[in-house]
């Protein structure tokens, strides 16, 4: 029998320099192990409460009230539990809390503290993390899962809310899709990423990055990020369209206003019939095989028209769509939008119901891509996440920036450490 000894939290700074929370648990073997959480910035209305103290200090951002709510609520509930019994600590958690949004206590309270169970589990049977996923998963759904390395998806170019620059589109990203392994994957990706950074001087444009490591110049157009991504990624000795892919987060519901998609860099504004069109004119003219957030969250007609227009020809991600949460999520596969989702622990707030919502996808035909925030820390859970459940995507960012290449490197030592387990393609 193994329990929990002590539950401790603290506010810490996250990659944008705001407080989130770290915490750590005790166990009474000895074991200890902690865990921190994301914050996004380009949030989805239904996502789970984060909560902030919205005082003088920290701009209202400071999470002094969910630190305490773990130190002085969750924690006394918690001594004595068994830490490998994820489903019974998330369960107690949702239900100390009683709201369907975790305002009560705070998601990133209630997160901190099942991320930082699961590390403390793992340590304790000896195991890595990523195997200790898949156990859970298995004593969640009953279903066994193949373990595997994910593909990763690497923004290299900001726009939107993650950057100062006139680009609409939050996210460029790269998918080294042929590469051979996870190795392979990360020179290519790195070796794209300071070839866009040379093309960019040669063009005297902005070197600067966005949020999530990527460069972040301004630009005419969407189109014109793009090409430059394509000749950094012939500058590789690569081939666009065979080697390397582009996926797009769009993070429309930011620029849909009134009914319509507002381009304001390219100053132009658009319904929901004319942005599907868009948007198909770059998966036929661009080697673009997945679209995230293509329509706003509450544009579920957009969404539908979008679907039936290139859901066969491109991954559809819905993010601020379905919030990693379940309920919405099982409404958007019966309404028929997208075809894959976007996992963020933190949108929902606990290991289990990320879980339920990737099993959910797992068995309707729906890719799941495991994915960070803007706002990150060095915490790596969500690697180990990614091959556990075998999710076969992730996406953390660009090659850059301790924050993004924390989860990189702990891919690179997994596949170090399990050559039996290969790259998804
Ligand atoms: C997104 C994310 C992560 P944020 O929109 O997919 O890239 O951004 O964390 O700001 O919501
Ligand atoms: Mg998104």
Redesign the pocket.
């Known amino acids: 029998m193994t329990w929990i000894k002590s539950i401790k939290a603290i506010q810490v700074l996250d990659s944008r320099g705001l407080p989130t929370i770290s915490c750590k648990v005790s166990l009474g073997c000895g074991v200890q192990a902690s865990a921190m959480v ?7 209305t239904k996502e789970a409460l984060e909560l902030r103290d919205g005082d003088e200090l920290y701009m209202g951002k400071g999470v002094d009230k969910a630190v305490a709510n773990i130190n002085d609520i969750i924690a006394p509930l918690l001594i004595n539990l068994d830490p490998r019994d994820q489903k019974l600590i998330d369960q107690k958690l949702v239900n100390l809390d009683g709201t369907s949004d975790k305002s009560s206590l705070g998601a990133n309270a209630i997160l901190a503290v099942s991320l930082a169970v699961s590390h403390a589990a793992a340590k304790n049977k000896k195991i890595p993390l990523h195997i200790h996923f898949a156990d859970i998963y298995k004593d969640i759904t009953g279903h066994q899962v193949s373990p595997n390395l994910p593909m990763p998806m690497l ?1 290299i170019l900001n726009g939107g ?2 950057a100062d620059n006139n680009i609409d589109i ?2 460029f990203m790269i998918i080294p899709k042929r590469a051979s392994n996870m190795k392979e994957a990360m020179r290519w990706s790195s070796e794209i990423y300071w070839n866009l950074k040379s093309i960019l001087k040669s063009e005297k444009l902005s070197t600067a990055v966005g ?2 490591g990527g460069f972040a110049p301004n630009l005419q157009s969407n189109e014109d990020a793009i090409k430059l991504i394509l000749r950094a990624i012939e500058d590789s000795k690569l081939i666009p369209g065979k080697d390397v892919f582009i996926a797009l ?1 769009c ?1 429309a519901s930011e620029f849909f206003k009134d009914g319509q998609y507002l381009l304001s860099g390219e100053g132009r504004s658009l319904n929901s019939e004319s942005f599907a069109d868009y948007l198909e004119h770059l998966v036929d003219n661009y080697p673009i095989i997945s679209i ?2 293509g329509m706003d969250e509450n544009d579920h007609n957009g969404w539908k028209i979008l679907t039936e227009k290139i859901g066969h020809k491109c991954q559809l991600v819905g ?2 769509l379905f919030v990693t949460n379940k309920v919405i999520f099982k409404n958007g596969i019966d309404e028929g939008l997208a075809n894959s989702i ?1 996992i ?1 622990f933190n949108q929902i707030g606990s290991i289990t119901e990320t879980v339920e919502t990737i099993h959910l996808a797992n068995t309707n035909n729906y890719k799941s891509i495991i ?5 990150e820390t060095e915490d790596t859970t969500i690697a180990d996440l990614a091959v556990g459940l075998g999710a076969g995507q992730i ?1 953390t ?1 660009a090659p850059c920036r301790s924050d993004r290449v924390a989860k990189y490197n702990r891919l690179l030592w997994i596949e170090e450490e399990n050559i039996e387990l290969n790259i998804s393609k």
Do not use: I, M
């Not at 994301?38 to 989805?44: I, K, R, V």
């Not at 994915?371 to 706002?375: A, D, I, K, P, Q």
């Open positions: 994301p914050s996004g910035a380009s949030t989805g923004n809310e993650h939050q996210e949020d999530e987060d993070a995230e957030d993010d601020d976007l963020k994915s960070h925030r803007s706002g996406k960012g």
